[in-house]
């Protein structure tokens, strides 16, 4: 099982050098992510 994490995940898990696939799956992550963000609200300006 491979986790992706900024910081240490807990115990049992140690680093790893990172491979393609991980690369990859990091990369649909964001995209995945990006998607489903919801944009903030425009608020028309009165003159």
């Given at each position: 099982?491979?986790?992706?994490?900024?910081?240490?995940?807990?115990?049992?898990?140690?680093a790893?050098?990172?491979?393609?696939?991980?690369v990859?799956?990091?990369e649909?992550r964001?995209?995945?992510?990006?998607?489903?963000?919801?944009?903030?609200?425009?608020?028309?300006?009165?003159?």
């Amino acid at each position: 099982m491979h986790v992706l994490a900024d910081g240490d995940p807990g115990d049992g898990f140690s680093a790893v050098p990172a491979n393609l696939e991980d690369v990859y799956f990091g990369e649909l992550r964001k995209v995945a992510l990006a998607a489903t963000a919801t944009p903030a609200p425009v608020q028309a300006q009165v003159a």
